[in-house]
């Protein structure tokens, strides 16, 4: 098939460890990852505090998830972003987010790309179809 | 791009989420607890009166019905599944859970 | 179309089941076709054999098992159903468990995929 690859997103819009969603969701980034597909993901509302940095699961007794965040890269999920809004207005910074990979060729670390909401509506527009979590 | 939301409005941003990212032609589309956000006279009204002059929205008969919410912000739209299946037809879905 | 549906939540204590359930059969009703329908999260609870609600109210689990009957592919997520301690055994006839990656062939595949859930 010449077609070209469908657009999947996911939408992370929900606190993590108050329930399962954003863990859950995360498996099914990383499956969906190793198929033909053009993946993204857009953290918004609550969903930005999954990418917060220094998250810390140890004393819940709940398995985190923040080193598999910071693997996405190799995972080859590359386009991943943030709403500024929903990050801005809980009182986080781009300083606050957690790295998600490295450069291949500078080794520098990779963050998620802030971006403002009518970028992320425009595509939104533009996907095949979409998995909120 | 079909918006469904099924939150209340009065518990919960998930509408006012939605609205942020509603481009021109896009449809949002109240189902579940999201029909809560389809009575006239609540403190979300103006928030919905607002949208309307942009996009449609819609409401889920089953779910007002049994939520006896007849009293509507004027130009919400009322759909069966049949119509909720419609609107899917036309647009890829995002669901604001 | 082809379409297909995800659903997050399980039977009773959420409305997502049965909103899901009610769009699939108006869109049968409309012609669509199913490339399946996938329960994910608490949604694996749906098709438990082992409830039993009372006579006067729906059989969710029944409900899905006839739509599985027809030939829809109903398919139960195997991670999240471990966890949760849903096996073959519990299961109602006609769904099956499998991996995540039938969720994403029919994300990939499906016209339109529609989420459920909370």
């Known amino acids: ?133 | 791009m079909l918006h469904t939301v099924n939150k209340s409005p009065f518990q919960n941003t998930s509408l006012e989420s939605c609205i942020r990212f509603t481009r021109p032609g896009d449809v949002i589309l109240l189902i579940e607890d999201g029909v809560l956000a389809a009575q006239a006279g609540t403190s979300k009204s103006a928030m919905l009166e607002e949208v309307l002059a942009k996009n449609e929205i819609y409401a889920l008969q089953a779910d007002l019905q049994a939520r006896a919410l007849t009293d509507l912000v004027p130009g919400i739209k009322v759909t069966d599944y049949e119509g909720f299946v419609e609107l899917v037809e036309k647009h890829a879905t995002h669901a604001w859970l | 179309m082809k379409l297909a549906v995800c659903i997050y939540e399980g039977p009773y204590n959420h409305e997502a089941s049965d909103t899901a359930y009610n769009f699939i059969q108006a869109a049968l009703k409309r012609g669509h076709e199913f490339k399946g329908i996938f329960f994910y999260h608490d949604g694996v609870y749906n098709v438990t054999k082992l409830m039993e609600p009372p006579q006067d109210d729906r059989h969710i689990a029944n409900r899905w098992s006839q739509l599985g009957a027809t030939g829809i592919d109903i398919v139960v997520c195997i991670a999240a159903a471990k966890r949760r301690g849903i096996v073959d055994d519990v299961l109602v006839p006609n769904v099956r468990i499998s991996g995540l990656g039938q969720l994403t062939m029919m994300a990939i595949e499906a016209d339109r995929l529609v989420v459920f859930g909370d």
């Open chain 1, 1 to 133: 098939m010449s077609e070209e690859k469908k657009k999947i997103m996911f939408t992370v819009r929900k606190a993590p460890h108050g329930s399962i969603y954003v863990y859950e969701g995360l498996e099914v980034k990383l499956i969906m990852a190793a198929y033909d597909a053009d993946i993204s993901v857009v953290f918004m509302d609550d969903g930005v505090f999954a990418v917060k940095q220094g998250q810390n699961t140890k004393a819940l007794g709940i398995k985190g998830f923040e080193a598999t965040y910071g693997a996405l890269v190799d995972y080859e999920i590359t386009k991943v972003f943030v709403d500024r809004l929903s990050m801005e207005s809980r009182g986080m910074t781009e300083d606050d987010l957690l790295v998600i990979g490295e450069d291949e060729d500078t080794e520098e670390p990779i963050k998620p790309q802030v971006v403002d909401s009518d970028e992320i509506a425009a595509m939104m527009a533009e996907q095949h179809n979409i998995l909120a979590f």
